[in-house]
């Protein structure tokens, strides 16, 4: 490589590196990168110290404000996702993400719910005198029962 000149390292001049000198090609050395850290620590400190930090551990925000003593707010309806036709006719549905039979409870609902009846279409469940069905599809089981059939004469 002739022709290509290069910085001296300290090492091919016999002696110790002078002051404050870095090789070619190394980063910053440890004191300039400890001084990075502090200057931005005090100009990011009153920012930063001002900040709350929030407790992972405390309860939501919504169940805090919940006085003592009082009735929660109540839950969302549950929403059925999926039913299962099992061997024979065995059911299970997937409702608000979780996999239930005939006879389990529902526990996201409020009150919790007890699982019915499941059929093809829909879940029925029931807590005490009352009663909710949920459907896959609302108001598809009626649509498919009123259905005409095409006449005999078109069918094969």
Do not use: Y
């Not at 400890?34 to 990011?44: G, I, P, S």
């Amino acid at each position: 490589m002739a022709g290509v000149l290069s910085a001296p390292r300290a090492a091919d001049c016999g002696g110790p590196p002078p002051v404050g000198a870095k090789e070619l090609g190394s980063g910053p050395s440890f004191l300039e990168r400890r001084w990075v850290a502090v200057l931005a620590a005090a100009a990011l400190g009153p920012a930063a110290a001002s900040a709350p930090v929030a407790d992972p551990t405390r309860p939501p925000a919504a169940v805090q404000h919940v006085a003592a003593g009082a009735e929660p707010a109540p839950l969302a309806t549950p929403r059925l996702q999926m039913i299962v036709r099992g061997p024979g006719e065995s059911r299970s549905a997937l409702i608000d993400g979780r996999p239930l039979r005939t006879g389990e409870l529902l526990t996201s609902s409020n009150p919790p719910m007890r699982v019915l009846r499941i059929t093809d279409h829909s879940v029925e469940l029931g807590a005490g005198g009352v009663r909710a069905t949920l459907e896959l599809v609302p108001g598809a089981e009626a649509a498919v029962r009123g259905a005409e059939r095409p006449p005999a004469a078109n069918r094969r």
